[in-house]
């Protein structure tokens, strides 16, 4: 077996299947034996017409899961995402040298795409009939897409009420049944475990190691478009800290592979009432909080799973957690939005988190600095247009853009016209 399941808490080691903890209680992580690739053969490009090697998840297959039969992928393409700068998120932000990649731009609209068509592949190779997963929205839109493209049967477990009406919508149109739970996220995911458990459902949340493999290619294809150029800080949303994670151990495999030569230091970056991780970073404990709230409906977690191994990433990369409030991500939000680059709340926590950063000085002004963005623009619309109708509570819409009605009927049409287009702003 080239690859097997390992213990990150007293490393026992397990052959690759559906367990996702060690009887002493730790989660399990991904281990290729063996492999020892260069960067050159990645750079080459001599797959990149080919199916599957065009998605910037396969790509990387030798790296994330070598002994896989290509038959068993169920792939969308996903990857190949897009690095923005623009001087207002310079400005906004005080550093010279700032750029987003966007994995919003994946098939289904977030990031959880690149971890997906792992977890969904491995379902096929194991011959499962369903999937599930807790989910506060993208996971389960990404799911239920691949789960329908692979013919398997999917189970969302979603907190009702709480997620944005674009992922509701998408897991409801691909054909997932959707089972809402009167609770929160972390209600949501207990309940999963136990069902999958019970039920032989197959698990694709990030407790489940192959979705961080995928999900470590955001790393790998970020330096192969820098020509493995490592910046000094690369800064994520945190959530449920599967990112944190996946970036962890891509960063250090990649080290260990002699592709970089150093780490860039990493920042997870919290919603401010929904910050376990944050308070786990500064207090050295980590304890649940029993009721997040958070406008960033998708890091609305309480009970991460991944918090052992997030933290050991934050130190291994000499990396920083932070915390933003509601007002905050929205403000960086809009920026990002009217840059022509758009994202949705939770991945605009990544740049309000580089602001503070700047602020309080850990940052360096010259500093090379990565943003990921996680999600598309139109997940979440309400938010979008409650902001720009200042109808958001706790909320200052600096950049609010109201419509404007006007009467089509009024005689003096061509005046009203001159009056709105001749206006600043
Ligand atoms: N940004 C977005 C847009 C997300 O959907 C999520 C997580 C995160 C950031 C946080 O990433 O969990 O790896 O720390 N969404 C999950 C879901 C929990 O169910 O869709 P993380």
Same mark, same amino acid.
């Given at each position: 077996?080239?690859?097997?399941?390992?213990?990150?808490?007293?490393?026992?080691? =397990?052959?690759?299947?559906?367990?996702?903890?060690?009887?002493?209680?730790?989660?399990?992580?991904?281990?290729?034996?063996?492999?020892?690739?260069?960067?050159?053969?990645?750079?080459?490009?001599?797959?990149s017409s080919n199916y599957p090697y065009q998605s910037g998840?396969?790509?990387?297959?030798?790296?994330?899961?070598?002994?896989?039969?290509?038959?068993?992928?169920?792939?969308?393409?996903?990857?190949?995402? $897009?690095? =923005?700068?623009?001087?207002?998120?310079?400005? =906004?932000?005080?550093?010279?040298?700032?750029?987003?990649?966007?994995?919003?731009?994946?098939?289904?609209?977030?990031?959880?795409?690149?971890?997906?068509?792992?977890?969904?592949?491995?379902?096929?190779?194991?011959?499962?009939?369903?999937?599930?997963?807790?989910?506060?929205?993208?996971?389960?839109?990404?799911?239920?897409?691949?789960?329908?493209?692979?013919?398997?049967?999917?189970?969302?477990?979603?907190?009702?009420?709480?997620?944005?009406?674009?992922?509701?919508?998408?897991?409801?149109? =691909?054909?997932?049944?959707?089972?809402?739970?009167?609770?929160?996220?972390?209600?949501?995911?207990?309940?999963?475990?136990?069902?999958?458990?019970?039920?032989?459902?197959?698990?694709? $949340?990030?407790?489940?190691?192959?979705?961080?493999?995928?999900?470590?290619?955001?790393?790998?294809?970020?330096?192969?478009?820098?020509?493995?150029?490592?910046?000094?800080?690369?800064?994520?949303?945190?959530?449920?800290?599967?990112?944190?994670?996946?970036?962890?151990?891509?960063?250090?495999?990649?080290?260990?592979? $002699?592709?970089?030569?150093?780490?860039?230091?990493?920042?997870?970056?919290?919603?401010?009432?929904?910050?376990?991780?944050y308070n786990l970073y500064k207090n050295k404990e980590f304890?649940?909080?029993?009721?997040?709230?958070?406008?960033?409906?998708?890091?609305?977690?309480?009970?991460?799973?991944?918090?052992?191994?997030?933290?050991?990433?934050?130190?291994?990369?000499?990396?920083?957690?932070?915390?933003?409030?509601?007002?905050?991500?929205?403000?960086?939000?809009?920026?990002?939005?009217?840059?022509?680059?758009?994202?949705?709340?939770?991945?605009?926590?990544?740049?309000?988190?580089?602001?503070?950063?700047?602020?309080?000085?850990?940052?360096?002004?010259?500093?090379?600095?990565?943003?990921?963005?996680?999600?598309?623009?139109?997940?979440?619309?309400?938010?979008?247009?409650?902001?720009?109708?200042?109808?958001?509570?706790?909320?200052?819409?600096?950049?609010?853009?109201?419509?404007?009605?006007?009467?089509?009927?009024?005689?003096?049409?061509?005046?009203?016209?001159?009056?709105?287009?001749?206006?600043?702003?």
């Amino acid at each position: 077996m080239i690859s097997n399941f390992t213990c990150i808490r007293c490393g026992k080691k =397990y052959e690759i299947g559906s367990i996702f903890n060690c009887e002493c209680g730790g989660l399990l992580q991904v281990i290729h034996d063996n492999i020892n690739f260069n960067k050159e053969f990645f750079d080459s490009g001599k797959f990149s017409s080919n199916y599957p090697y065009q998605s910037g998840v396969w790509r990387f297959k030798e790296l994330i899961y070598p002994s896989l039969m290509v038959d068993n992928i169920i792939t969308k393409s996903e990857g190949n995402t $897009n690095i =923005y700068n623009h001087k207002k998120i310079n400005d =906004y932000t005080d550093l010279i040298k700032i750029s987003l990649k966007h994995e919003g731009e994946n098939p289904t609209g977030s990031f959880k795409d690149r971890g997906m068509t792992v977890a969904i592949s491995e379902a096929v190779r194991l011959n499962a009939k369903a999937v599930a997963c807790a989910s506060t929205g993208n996971t389960s839109a990404s799911m239920a897409a691949y789960a329908a493209q692979a013919g398997l049967r999917a189970f969302v477990f979603i907190p009702e009420g709480e997620i944005a009406y674009g992922k509701l919508s998408q897991a409801l149109a =691909y054909g997932a049944k959707v089972i809402q739970i009167k609770g929160n996220f972390d209600d949501a995911m207990k309940l999963v475990q136990e069902a999958s458990s019970k039920f032989g459902l197959y698990l694709v $949340n990030s407790i489940n190691p192959w979705r961080i493999e995928g999900q470590k290619t955001i790393i790998f294809e970020l330096l192969q478009q820098r020509n493995w150029k490592v910046p000094d800080w690369i800064i994520v949303p945190a959530g449920n800290l599967g990112n944190t994670s996946a970036f962890g151990k891509a960063l250090l495999e990649l080290k260990k592979l $002699n592709f970089i030569s150093k780490l860039p230091h990493l920042a997870s970056i919290q919603a401010e009432n929904s910050s376990p991780f944050y308070n786990l970073y500064k207090n050295k404990e980590f304890k649940p909080i029993i009721n997040p709230k958070t406008i960033a409906s998708a890091i609305k977690i309480g009970s991460p799973v991944s918090w052992e191994k997030a933290i050991n990433v934050i130190k291994e990369t000499n990396g920083v957690v932070e915390k933003v409030s509601d007002d905050h991500i929205m403000d960086a939000k809009a920026e990002v939005d009217q840059c022509g680059i758009g994202c949705e709340p939770a991945s605009a926590a990544s740049v309000a988190g580089a602001q503070i950063l700047r602020q309080k000085g850990i940052i360096d002004k010259k500093d090379d600095i990565v943003c990921i963005l996680t999600g598309n623009i139109l997940k979440d619309p309400d938010n979008t247009i409650n902001y720009h109708m200042g109808l958001l509570k706790n909320i200052k819409p600096r950049l609010q853009n109201i419509p404007i009605i006007i009467d089509p009927k009024a005689i003096d049409i061509q005046h009203e016209l001159k009056k709105i287009i001749t206006l600043k702003g």
